[in-house]
C-alpha cells in the first residue's frame, strides 16, 4: 500500500496587508469597536485557542469530540461518499473521527481544510496526514467568510462537497452575518452539498461566563493577543497595561461578549490612525452566541438549509446539525 506525501499542499489566499488595513480602520470606526473575530488567530492566538480547548471550564472542545467519536459511524453513514470541507479547521483534530469512519465505510473520504492561521494550518494538516495517511489532503488559508468559490483543484472536483463547520464557531458572527455564512456556505458546497455543523447551546449563565475566563486566564491572554498583533502588523501603539478583559453574557443577544475595557482615557495609533478610547469603553474581541436547536434552525432555513439529522451529548449542551439544501430532495 502506498502512503501519500506528508505535508499536505497548501494553497495561500491569506488577506493582503491593504486589506487588512481596511478592516481595522472600519472596525474601529464602530461604535463600540470591534474586530473581525479571525484577528484573534495568528501564530499566538492560535496556540492560545489550544490552550483555552484545555481549561476545565472551556468543555465545548471535549464534549464535541466525544460526540464525534462516539457518533461517527453514524455521521459516516449520513454524510456518504465525498469531499469533506472543514471551515476553520483549527488543529483539525475533531476531523479525525469521521475521516476514520468514513475510510472503514469505504466511503473514500477527501479532506479540504480552511483556516485563516498558516502555520498552524499547515502543521494541523501535517499531522493529520501522519494519521490518515490514505486520504488525499489539501490545506487552504483564507477568510472562508470572503470566499467566493472554493480553489478549483482535483480533490474539489467531481465529488460531493460536505462543510464541516465544528466549535460552534458559528455563533462569533451576528445572527444576520450568519445567516449570511450559512447561506454562502451553501453556495462554496454547491448542489448537494451538505453541511455537519455543531452548536453550542445556551446553558447557565455562571457557567458560560466562567468558560470564556478560565481561572488560568487563557481567554484573556487570547484577547489581549489581539493587541500585540495590531501592535506588529499594523504598526499599533497598543499599552496592555490600560486594558482589563471581561467576558459576560448578554441575555438580550443570547451572547457572551468578550471584551478589553479601556482602564482609562487614552490615545492608541493604528493603522496610521490616532483612536480614542475612553475610561470604561470597550474594544469587542469576540463574541459567542448560543442557539436552542430550534433558534438554529430557524436561521439555518433561512439560508437555504434543512435539517437532516441531530447529534446530542447526554446532557444536551450541544448538538451537531447534519443539514441538506432545502431544494434537495427528502432523505431518511
Ligand atoms: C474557535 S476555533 C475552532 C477550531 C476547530 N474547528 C475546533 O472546533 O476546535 C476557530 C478556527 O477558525 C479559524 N478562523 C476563524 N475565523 C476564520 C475565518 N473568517 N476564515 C478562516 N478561518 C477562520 C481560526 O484560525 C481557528 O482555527
Redesign the pocket.
Known amino acids: 500500500m502506498t502512503g501519500r506525501l506528508s505535508t499536505p499542499e497548501l494553497i495561500n489566499l491569506h488577506p493582503a496587508a491593504a486589506d487588512m488595513r481596511r478592516l481595522v480602520l472600519e472596525g474601529l470606526s464602530r461604535s463600540p469597536k470591534q474586530l ?3 484577528f ?2 495568528d501564530a499566538e ?2 496556540r492560545l ?1 489550544e490552550l483555552i ?1 484545555q481549561q476545565p471550564e472551556y468543555s465545548l ?1 471535549t464534549t ?1 469530540t466525544a460526540l464525534l467519536e462516539r457518533e461517527a459511524p453514524a455521521i459516516a453513514a449520513a454524510l456518504g461518499p465525498g469531499t469533506l470541507v ?9 476531523v479525525s473521527p469521521l475521516l476514520a469512519a468514513m475510510q472503514a465505510a469505504a466511503l473514500r473520504p477527501a479532506y479540504v481544510a ?4 498558516a502555520e ?2 499547515q502543521a494541523a494538516c501535517g499531522r493529520l496526514q501522519q494519521r490518515h495517511p490514505e486520504v488525499p489532503m489539501l490545506g487552504v488559508c ?5 470566499l467566493e468559490q472554493l480553489p478549483a483543484h482535483p480533490l474539489l472536483s467531481g465529488t460531493a462537497h460536505l462543510g464541516f ?5 458559528l455563533g ?1 458572527f451576528q445572527p444576520h452575518e450568519a445567516q449570511a455564512l450559512l447561506a454562502q456556505f451553501r453556495r462554496l458546497l454547491g448542489p448537494g452539498g451538505k453541511l455537519l455543523i ?1 452548536i453550542d447551546q445556551p446553558k447557565p449563565v455562571e457557567r458560560l461566563e466562567a468558560a470564556y475566563d478560565d481561572d488560568a486566564g487563557a481567554s484573556a491572554a487570547f484577547a489581549f493577543n489581539l493587541l500585540n498583533r495590531l501592535n506588529r502588523d499594523l504598526e499599533g501603539t497598543f499599552d496592555a497595561e490600560a486594558f482589563r478583559y471581561r467576558a459576560r453574557w448578554v441575555a438580550e443577544a443570547s451572547h457572551i461578549e468578550m471584551a478589553l475595557v479601556s482602564q482609562r482615557d487614552h490615545t492608541v495609533r493604528v493603522a496610521g490612525v490616532a483612536w480614542s478610547f475612553a475610561a470604561g469603553e470597550p474594544l469587542l474581541t469576540e463574541t459567542s452566541a448560543k442557539y436552542s436547536p430550534a433558534a438554529f434552525l430557524h436561521l439555518a432555513a433561512g439560508a437555504g438549509w434543512r435539517a437532516q439529522a441531530r447529534w446530542s451529548d447526554p446532557a444536551e449542551d450541544l448538538s451537531l446539525h447534519l443539514l441538506v439544501q432545502a431544494d434537495s430532495p427528502q432523505e431518511l
Open positions: 473581525p473575530a479571525w484573534l488567530y492566538g492560535s485557542f480547548c472542545t464535541e472543514e471551515f476553520g479547521a483549527g488543529s483539525a483534530r475533531k480552511l483556516d485563516i492561521s498552524h494550518l483564507c477568510d472562508y467568510s470572503q463547520f465544528p466549535g460552534s464557531s462569533n455543531g
